[in-house]
């Protein structure tokens, strides 16, 4: 079973960057559609950003483009997310999800079967 841990949350200041990692086990991400997640207190869950390592594509939420940017190490079986220019609504609890890539047209479509335990990202003002 693919397992996933996410890694580089903490506290930064307004306009700072972080780097979320999201490393798998056992298996390629190269197989897997990887998506983003954050969910802040009492908010809904919103999907950030997700790819599609197979169709080498990409999608990301209006409130975080220009700003945040997902990609691969293939080395590393790693996805990241590079977080630039943070401000305080991006504070949240950040979970790397996977799903098997079956092609979908948008790496939204499916459900995302494998999550990891997230990661806290806090901005301040």
């Known amino acids: 079973q693919l397992q996933v841990v996410e890694s580089g949350g903490g506290l930064v200041q307004l306009g700072g960057s972080l780097r979320l990692s999201c490393t798998a086990s056992r298996f390629s991400l190269d197989a897997y559609m990887i998506a983003w997640w954050r969910q802040a207190p009492g908010t809904e869950r919103l999907g950030v950003s997700c790819m599609s390592t197979r169709a080498n594509t990409t999608d990301y939420a209006d409130s975080v483009k220009g700003r945040f940017t997902i990609f691969r190490d293939n080395s590393k079986n790693t996805v990241y997310l590079q977080m630039t220019n943070l401000r305080p609504e991006d504070t949240a609890v950040y979970y790397c999800?996977?799903?098997?890539?079956?092609?979908?047209?948008?790496?939204?479509?499916?459900?995302?079967?494998?999550w990891g335990q997230g990661t806290q990202v806090t901005v301040s003002s």
């Open positions: 999800a996977a799903t098997l890539d079956a092609r979908w047209p948008s790496c939204w479509d499916p459900q995302y079967d494998y």
